[in-house]
């Protein structure tokens, strides 16, 4: 396809997607909206398969999603980041509640799906693993469940994990969205009442003093040196990724090395905002979300329908039901500990989009928006890498091998 066509398209669709979330006060969030849009243009062949490769985003994102990484760490101060121990544990608590809900209803509906070798799959129990591996985590997981499943033939186990993964969001993106709402507009209501302490809004001269609390010279202060810098700390992540062999990730390292530089003073503040390029950047990472949709067939959906439908009913019942409980004992309110739950589903960049979604729905005032994104912010952050980068990487590697009754 024509690569600029292929681009004017994307754009054509995210403007749509903008628009109609500002229209609905974030009600129908532009993620869920531009899903619904590419899945459709995907599924009835308006769209190529080959749109999102074509506009040459994919491949940007591919680059920069580090850098917004690390803007997301220097976003985080150190004081804020210690507090998240308890998302951290909400975020635990939803893997082992998808893992738990799902084994249940592999008990309930396992004769209805259990098959033979020779049928492309063996067992209940190996959807429940595939399910609980994808509706928990994100590329790493699914792949891990793939590895697995196809080690021992069974092609339709390493199939089903890809539909999750590629549908998924369409079931979090709208339940995070209308329930991040009622977070914020409880948050609102406590601004108000004078229970938050308000976050100041930088203007021209905020932003000046925080370049001035940047340690670096000026000349590391434009637009390419800032992206010289943050490249730098991106390739440090990626050194400390493949030394470990992946468990110490890629983009964990970065969240917490954005962090440690802001503290330090050698990055400002929300480092990228202010240079040309964040935006492009953003447009490029959000477009990662809609990637796997070009590879949805319907004959795959129709084919394993039933168990779609089972393992997304049980796991979003079960990262309600367990992160609720859990946040409730840890003094969250019930809203808040459901959205981190619903994080598992998509993951980085949903966490911040719907974060900043939900705030500028609630908010009236530029500071009183300031202070909800504050409030909900580095909770979707960490939730979303204690669920999809973490938790679900660990317990799918775990339970992986019990795949084709290994």
């Not at 590895?147 to 033939?153: F, R, S, T, Y």
């Not at 370049?211 to 434009?222: F, G, K, N, V």
């Not at 840890?330 to 993951?347: D, E, K």
């Not at 204690?386 to 795949?403: F, L, N, Q």
């Amino acid at each position: 396809m024509n690569p600029v066509l292929a681009f004017v398209i994307v754009m054509l669709v995210w403007t749509v997607s903008d628009l109609v979330a500002k229209r609905t006060q974030s009600l129908l969030s532009s993620l869920f909206v531009a899903s619904i849009i590419f899945l459709v243009g995907f599924l009835t062949g308006i769209f190529p398969e080959d749109l999102l490769a074509s506009s040459s985003l994919l491949a940007l994102a591919g680059v920069v999603v580090g850098f917004v990484i690390v803007h997301l760490g220097t976003m985080i101060s150190l004081d804020d980041f210690k507090k998240q121990w308890k998302t951290l544990l909400v975020g635990i608590a939803t893997v082992i509640g998808i893992g738990l809900t799902l084994l249940l209803a592999g008990f309930l509906f396992g004769p209805r799906i259990s098959g033979s070798a020779a049928d492309g799959y063996a067992q209940a129990l190996d959807f429940v693993i595939a399910g609980t591996g994808a509706l928990s985590g994100g590329t790493i997981s699914v792949l891990i469940v793939q590895e697995a499943a196809l080690g021992v033939g069974l092609t339709s186990i390493a199939v089903f994990p890809v539909l999750i993964a590629a549908l998924q969001g369409l079931i979090g993106f709208p339940l995070t969205s209308v329930i991040l709402r009622r977070e914020a507009a409880r948050l609102k209501a406590e601004y108000r009442a004078g229970n938050l302490t308000p976050v100041e809004v930088a203007g021209d001269e905020a932003n000046q003093a925080d370049a001035q609390q940047s340690r670096l010279p000026a000349a590391l202060r434009t637009t390419a040196g800032t992206l010289f810098v943050v490249g730098v700390v991106v390739l440090v992540s990626l050194g400390v990724n493949n030394l470990t062999d992946g468990i110490l990730n890629t983009f964990v390292v970065a969240l917490i090395l954005g962090i440690v530089l802001r503290t330090t003073r050698v990055l400002k503040p929300s480092v990228l905002s202010g240079i040309d390029a964040f935006g492009l950047m953003m447009i490029a990472i959000m477009i990662l979300v809609f990637g796997p949709l070009a590879t949805v067939k319907p004959s795959d959906v129709a084919a394993l329908a039933g168990p779609l439908l089972i393992a997304f009913v049980f796991g979003v019942v079960g990262i309600a039901g367990f992160s609720a409980l859990v946040g409730k004992l840890l003094g969250y309110s019930v809203p808040m500990s459901v959205a981190i739950g619903l994080t598992s589903l998509y993951g980085f960049p949903g966490t911040m989009i719907l974060s900043q979604e939900a705030a500028k729905g609630a908010g009236e005032t530029l500071e009183e928006v300031a202070t909800i994104e504050h409030e909900i912010l580095p909770k979707m952050i960490v939730a979303g890498f204690s669920t999809v980068t973490i938790t679900s990487v660990v317990v799918t590697s775990i339970i992986a091998g019990r795949i084709g009754g290994g």
